[in-house]
Every structure is written in C-alpha cells, then in structure tokens.
C-alpha cells in the first residue's frame, strides 16, 4: 500500500516517541470487552462478519452442529449466529462452545446464548486461552474472530484446532491484515508474552508451517469511523493505553489515512478482515 508522506511521517514521528521507552500499558482485561463494543459500534466489519459467517453456517445442513469459538469475547457475535442455527425445523442440537480467558467475557456469553431460549442449544464456556481449554470432542466448526492475534504460536494453534475438527469440518479465522490501522498497532502495542501482535502474514505462513492448505482467502471490506472517538475507543484501535503525549499524534494519523466511506463521503479509517477457511477431509475423498 502505498503511503502518503503525512501517513509515513506521522507514522515515523510516533516511532520516534516510542523509540527506546517503556512499553505502554496493556489493555485491562475488566474493560476490554466494553471498549472492544464502542470500537464495533463504530464500524460496518462486526455486520459483515455476522453476515459472511451465517451465510457459511448455513451451509452446513440441518442435522446435529457442533460450533467451536475460540476468543468468544461476550458472544455479542456468537449469539447472532447460534439464534439462526437454532431456527431449523425439525428442531436440531447444537452445541455451542465458547473459549476465552476474560472471566467477565464468558460471563457475558453465557447469558447472551441462554437469553437466546432455546432448548436445542447447549452452551459451554471455559475460562481458559486456547492452549489451556478442557476442551472435548470434535466440531464441524471451530472459529478464531479476532483471537488469534494473541496466541504464543500460531502454526501450533492452527494444528490443533484443525484436530478439534470432525471429518468434514471446517475451521475458520477472520484476522486482520498489516493495514494502516494495524500499523499501529505494531508501533505501540505492547507485547503479549513477549510476542507482537499476529496479522494476516503470520497467519498464512503459520498455515504453511502447519502443512494446512485454506481455500482463497476472501477480504471483507470495511470502514470504522474514528473522528472524535473517545480515549478508550481510541486505546482499543491501537491495543495500549495511550499516554496524552501521543494521543494527537495518533488522532492525525488515523486522519490522514482516512478514505470515503463505502456509503458516504465521510472520512473513515480502513478496517478490512481476512477470512481463512480450511477444510477438514472426509476419509476416502480427496
Ligand atoms: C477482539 S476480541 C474478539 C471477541 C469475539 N470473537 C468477537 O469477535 O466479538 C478477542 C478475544 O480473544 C480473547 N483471547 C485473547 N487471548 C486468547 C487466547 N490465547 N485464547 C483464546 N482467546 C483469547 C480475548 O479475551 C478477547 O475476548
């Protein structure tokens, strides 16, 4: 992508306050979901990926489902997908497993699917990252949305997920490319267990590692408009808390690499999501 020099120097001005210093404060995991929302709130993507990801669910057929999200967050996203699953009839058991290690996000899943109300949906939550999740049986659908950024190793993670699959299943990744906003990220974030945060190069590669080949990768193109958000929406974008120093720096970059929006002409920052989808083969076919 090709930068103008505003974007470049922004970007080099905030590289050279961060040059040599302490890394920022991390996002705090009481405020994280919260913050997570009023970031979404300001976007088109959460839409888009409920959409695209429904449309893939549906795919499925209607007999017995077994769904996987790992990083659930407080299933804001989830409950959107399960409620349509559990419209089919005949009436169909779906199991629904959360994964996240933020206690007041699973929390907040498990109320959102039991608001749901339905009978056939048997939900189950573990308060644990990925590695460490008492995870059993296998899915036809095991989901990373927005979650993989953080794990210690990506090619480990997606082998074993591609394990949890039955024969038949899929796994499904939505995760970020190295865009303008993400560039960011890299300059400010903190570490997290002494790894950056994970984009979509890190995880095609880490699909080569683990010797899985996805289909083509499909991009949803969306817009989030950060013009006046507030220091918590503005902390969520970058994945630190900022300090009052950089806090315009960031506001005139994010300016600066602002587009039209897709329905408007108001200014708003790229925010595309990639979707990686491997299939899990059925024994005998190819
Ligand atoms: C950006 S949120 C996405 C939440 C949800 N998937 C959604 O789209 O609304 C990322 C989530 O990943 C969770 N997470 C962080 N590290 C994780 C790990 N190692 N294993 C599983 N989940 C993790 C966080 O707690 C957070 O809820």
Do not use: K
Request: aromatic letters at 6%.
């Amino acid at each position: 992508m090709l930068r103008t020099p505003s974007q470049h120097g922004l970007l080099d001005a905030l590289r050279s306050a961060r040059s040599g210093a302490a890394a920022l404060p991390a996002l705090a995991p009481e405020s994280y979901a919260r913050d997570h929302a009023a970031f979404e709130a300001r976007s088109d993507q959460r839409a888009l990926i409920a959409a695209h990801l429904a449309a893939r669910l549906a795919l499925r057929g209607d007999g017995p489902l077994a769904v996987l999200s790992v990083g659930c967050g407080d299933g804001s996203l989830d409950v959107r997908l399960a409620g349509p699953l559990t419209d089919v009839r005949p009436v169909r058991p779906v199991r629904y497993v959360g994964v996240d290690p933020y206690v007041g996000s699973t929390t907040a899943f498990t109320a959102a699917m039991a608001g749901l109300g339905r009978e056939s949906l048997s939900t189950e939550v573990h308060v644990a990252t990925f590695d460490d999740a008492p995870v059993t049986g296998l899915f036809d659908v095991v989901t990373f949305v927005h979650s993989m950024y953080y794990v210690p190793d990506v090619a480990a993670t997606l082998r074993a997920a591609h394990n949890l699959l039955r024969p038949g299943g899929e796994l499904i990744v939505l995760n970020a490319p190295r865009g303008a906003l993400n560039l960011l990220v890299d300059v400010l974030a903190p570490p997290i267990q002494g790894h950056r945060q994970w984009f979509s190069d890190d995880i095609a590669a880490g699909l080569v590692e683990a010797g899985l080949q996805p289909e083509a990768t499909t991009t949803l193109d969306a817009r989030v408009d950060l013009d006046g958000a507030s220091e918590e929406v503005l902390d969520f974008a970058v994945q630190a808390r900022l300090t009052p120093e950089l806090r315009p720096l960031v506001r005139a970059y994010l300016a600066a690499v602002s587009v039209p929006g897709l329905l408007s002409d108001d200014l708003r920052v790229p925010h595309p999501v990639d979707v990686y989808r491997v299939g899990r083969a059925v024994a005998g076919v190819s």
